[in-house]
């Protein structure tokens, strides 16, 4: 059925009447009573849209979530979004109210899958191990998620889908009749070549180098099956050029919330305190850290011995909790990052593993904070090195330049001002709105015809692989 285009008007959101009963099983709730308010002078015809994640969105910690909230936060606010949700543990209603206030037509399925130990997410992964997909994604498959999807995908429920990281791919039907975008965060892939070629274990390197293969063969089958692909950065857009046509992947930039990350002026001059904000239950920042306090810290400390090194970020486990010293602090999940970065004289990213793009730079530029990175952690950002960052791979070079950014503060002062006007340029509105525009050219596209071009193209390079 065609729904008339509504003219000179946008339907927004402005508020909740209440929480239906869960539609699907295994613990789900959709909140559809949303009130909706017509609003005149724009041509457009709000989409009916469909958010696929797995795992919470909320809490909004890691980068990965603040670039979904903010993004289809944006989106609700002009479209009719549904946002489906999928996680594990037991069933939180709190989450699932605080979603439905969120997004009004929001969906949420708790899996009921309990949290491992390393023991049981071991003999997982020996299960899992003949399966075609790699364990990263494979452990998000669920049965109620998948016929969830196949149901609105056969009653062609919604005009474009998002499929919000590889991971939610598992459970899409396998012929998408409803215009699919893959929302790629990271290229994951460059993500496990990276673990091969850094980790010191070779048992370690074993394993990565298996579900680096399983990962290739499932990431390069899932872009070209998707019907578009939003990257972050334009390195991973190059990256999955390899796949498919590059016509086919938009790159829409990180953003960053301006009004959370203002900068203040500092009543005194700041201490020497060197800092790093980052999820510590993510890989790339453990090994980041890690290199950061074992080949880099001891450097610095020689040269500025009053300076002072804070890991920030959430789920520290043993490798990260035994780096604390008496020059090291650890402080684990906190109640506001902003009032910690504000304190910092220099924010590191020394990250040798990752993908995407890192929030975390641009959100301590917002602050106004004099920034020292590897290369592989500002890749894909709009940032230049001697400018308004400071770019180094090796170890004495990162130290060096750290070293000068706590002694010269009039040189310190010179990068705050530039990493805060950059970092002006990328206001989330604005980021959402982009999203928002490919959705829309996405819609209109014939589904079935794209969809016989990608998979086409999948067989073709599945065979020679």
Not at 8 to 16: A, D, M, P, R
Not at 364 to 377: E, Q
């Amino acid at each position: 059925m065609v729904r008339p285009r509504q003219r000179e008007g946008v339907l927004v959101y402005q508020g909740i009447r209440g929480i239906a009963k869960n539609p699907f099983p295994a613990g789900g709730t959709t909140c559809e009573n949303a009130v909706w308010e017509w609003v005149p002078g724009l041509d457009v015809r709000p989409l009916r849209i469909l958010w696929v994640k797995a795992d919470k969105l909320l809490p909004v910690h890691n980068g990965g979530n603040i670039r979904s909230y903010h993004i289809a936060r944006r989106l609700g606010s002009r479209h009719q979004l549904t946002f489906l949700s999928y996680y594990g543990g037991v069933r939180d209603t709190g989450y699932e109210t605080e979603l439905g206030r969120l997004f009004p037509a929001a969906v949420c399925i708790c899996t009921g899958k309990r949290g491992q130990t390393p023991l049981s997410r071991a003999l997982d992964y020996l299960l899992r191990l003949p399966l075609a997909p790699p364990y990263a994604v494979s452990r998000f498959a669920f049965a109620p998620v998948r016929q969830a999807l196949r149901k609105w995908f056969d009653e062609r429920s919604f005009d474009v889908a998002v499929c919000d990281f590889l991971d939610a791919a598992v459970n899409f039907p396998p012929h998408l009749v409803i215009p699919t975008v893959l929302f790629q965060h990271n290229v994951e892939t460059e993500i496990w070549r990276r673990h091969v070629l850094t980790d010191p274990s070779q048992i370690k390197k074993l394993v990565y180098g298996i579900e680096f293969l399983k990962m290739l063969r499932y990431e390069r089958t899932r872009v070209q099956r998707s019907h578009h692909v939003i990257a972050v950065s334009d390195h991973d857009k190059r990256l999955m050029t390899a796949w498919v046509d590059a016509r086919r992947i938009t790159v829409v930039p990180t953003g960053v919330d301006l009004e959370q990350y203002k900068p203040e002026p500092p009543s005194q001059p700041p201490k020497p305190l060197v800092m790093f904000v980052g999820a510590m239950d993510w890989e790339p920042n453990v090994d980041a850290v890690e290199y950061f306090c074992r080949d880099v810290w001891p450097a610095i400390t020689a040269a500025v011995p009053e300076a002072r090194f804070r890991i920030v970020g959430r789920n520290p486990g043993r490798r990260v909790q035994s780096l604390a010293a008496d020059a090291i602090e650890v402080t684990g999940s906190v109640p506001s990052v902003v009032d910690h970065l504000r304190q910092a004289a220099v924010a590191v990213v020394p990250l040798r593993i990752g993908g995407g793009t890192r929030l975390k730079i641009y959100e301590a530029m917002a602050a106004g904070k004099a920034v020292v990175s590897t290369s592989v952690g500002a890749e894909g950002l709009d940032v230049h090195h001697g400018r308004d960052i400071l770019l180094a791979d090796g170890a004495p070079a990162f130290a060096d330049g750290v070293v000068a950014l706590l002694r010269d503060h009039g040189l310190r002062a010179h990068y705050e001002q530039a990493a805060a006007k950059l970092a002006a340029q990328y206001d989330w509105p604005a980021i959402g709105d982009k999203f928002g525009n490919v959705l829309e050219s996405v819609a209109k596209q014939d589904p079935s015809r794209q969809e016989g071009v990608a998979a086409g193209k999948s067989r073709r390079v599945d065979r020679g692989s």
